[in-house]
């Protein structure tokens, strides 16, 4: 079995970058410059591109060459309930006996994460409503927005609308599920639980050992996210955006804007920057005076070939913390949460848990030829991103997403382009301010 480790969200660690002196400049003129090249910074790109800006993109690798190449290719617009209020506080004691569980936290980064857990039990405890509210805003943004971009930049055969299906093993967990549902009610979101046959014809060759269901019919998935990215970038690339490939070392305001200086030694100048570095932005954002609680989710998957199984749209083992989506480029199996950082090497151990399970929940999955992937997501307590301006210089963030970057990465670009231009966001921003920390 093939491994691939991705090492970097978008950009160098500025933590432990090399301090190369600057050997020559580029762009005086850039107007807008965007560190990161994941699916926010390209879809941030677009949305400025065609308000007539003139855009350039840093990444170390490329276009959603990282993180955003291998998650799990949902539009979760329905996802709107805060991490903290889905279980995990519940649950978090017995996971954490399980290093391949769900959830799992290495003993020896446990004295460095307990702030952001605190932080993350007290956004549990409190401000349920505002954090569902702010939420249930960006997603419903979200769905026009990227309904929009798919059809303006022609990708609109790339999105799947097959709706997803949770899956639950007793009465206990379904009945422990309904607060959330309800609570998606309240907002609109559309759902039906299931059972018996219908849940057996939503996904034939299923465990008998599920006992219902939940289908959501408005969950969407898409083709493969990394051709996405790339299908979204041609489009901006038509409309003026360029790419400048290389690792960033340093990031400072001066005079005029904000300049960063690359691996390579070439600086780079501009009137505006925008960090949407992914799991690495904090560490940018506390060059411009603001200190984000952001933690690194890593996340393991393994794609298998297409033909391992015919799953007929997402499934989501919600007791086990993973998913399972058919993808055009294979079927997808991955998910949970490791709370580890940056830098520790990745424990594919985790990835081939998960498949284990998936294994035994749909009998007959072929499980060889697969290929291992690890990435990063870049985490905020209270579950919602950073969206706004910096304390200092002219620099906007948009990052800390979690497990919905691809999700909300077409209205996060919309609420950029408004925040740049200064004219009024369709939706009340204060709930993503970095300010709010």
């Known amino acids: 079995m093939a491994s691939e480790r991705r090492s970097a969200t978008e950009n160098i660690d500025p933590s432990s970058a090399p301090r190369t002196p600057s050997s020559r400049r580029q762009g005086e003129g850039n107007e807008i410059l965007i560190i990161g090249a994941g699916i926010v910074g390209i879809c941030a ?3 400025l591109s065609e308000a007539g800006r003139s855009v350039t993109v840093i990444d170390r690798t490329g276009i959603c060459e990282e993180t955003s190449s291998g998650n799990a290719a949902a539009f979760a617009f329905s996802d709107v309930l805060p991490l903290a209020q889905k279980g995990m506080i519940r649950n978090l004691p017995k996971w954490l006996f399980d290093p391949l569980g769900p959830l799992s936290i290495p003993p020896s980064y446990l ?7 605190w932080r993350f039990w007290r956004a549990g405890q409190g401000g349920y409503d505002k954090a569902l509210a ?11 927005e ?6 303006r930049s022609r990708t609109r ?10 899956l639950y093993e007793s009465e206990a967990e379904f009945s422990a599920s309904l607060p959330g549902w309800a609570a998606r009610e309240r907002y609109g979101i559309g759902f039906r639980h299931v059972a018996g046959e219908e849940l057996a014809g939503l996904q034939p060759g299923l465990s008998p050992r599920f006992v219902k269901g939940t289908f959501v019919p408005g969950w969407k998935t898409v083709a493969d996210p990394k051709l996405l990215g790339k299908a979204i970038w041609a489009y901006a690339e038509s409309k003026g955006a360029r790419l400048l490939k290389g690792g960033v070392v340093e990031a400072a305001p001066n005079g005029h804007g904000a300049s960063v200086r690359l691996a390579d030694g070439t ?4 009137a505006i920057l925008i960090v949407a570095a992914g799991a690495w932005s904090h560490l940018w954002a506390r060059r411009f005076g603001d200190a984000i609680p952001l933690e690194t989710e890593r996340g393991y998957n393994t794609t298998l070939p297409a033909d391992a199984f015919d799953v007929k749209r997402q499934l989501i083992f919600s007791g086990h913390g993973f998913v399972i989506t058919p993808l055009e480029t294979g079927l997808r199996v991955g998910g949970a949460v490791e709370l580890a950082g940056l830098k520790r090497p990745p424990n594919y151990a985790r990835s081939r848990a998960m498949l284990e399970k998936a294994k035994q929940f749909l009998p007959g999955l072929k499980t060889e030829g697969g290929r291992e992937w690890m990435g990063y997501r870049p985490s905020l307590p209270d579950s919602l991103p950073v969206i706004g301006r910096a304390s200092r210089a002219n620099v906007y963030y948009a990052f800390g997403h979690g497990h919905l970057g691809l999700t909300q990465a077409a209205a996060t670009g919309r609420l950029i382009r408004h925040l740049v231009s200064g004219e009024a966001p369709p939706i009340d921003l204060s709930p993503f301010l970095p300010t709010r920390f």
Do not use: I, N
Request: glycine content about 2%.
């Open 146 to 151: 990227w309904t929009a971009l798919m059809e």
């Open 157 to 166: 055969s790339m999105l799947r609308e097959d709706g997803s299906l949770e």
């Open 45 to 47: 790109a677009a949305c």
């Open 267 to 270: 600086a780079v100048d501009a």
């Open 134 to 144: 702010a939420q249930a805003s960006l997603m419903k943004l979200a769905e026009a």
């Open 111 to 117: 004295p460095h994460l307990l702030p952001w857990l």
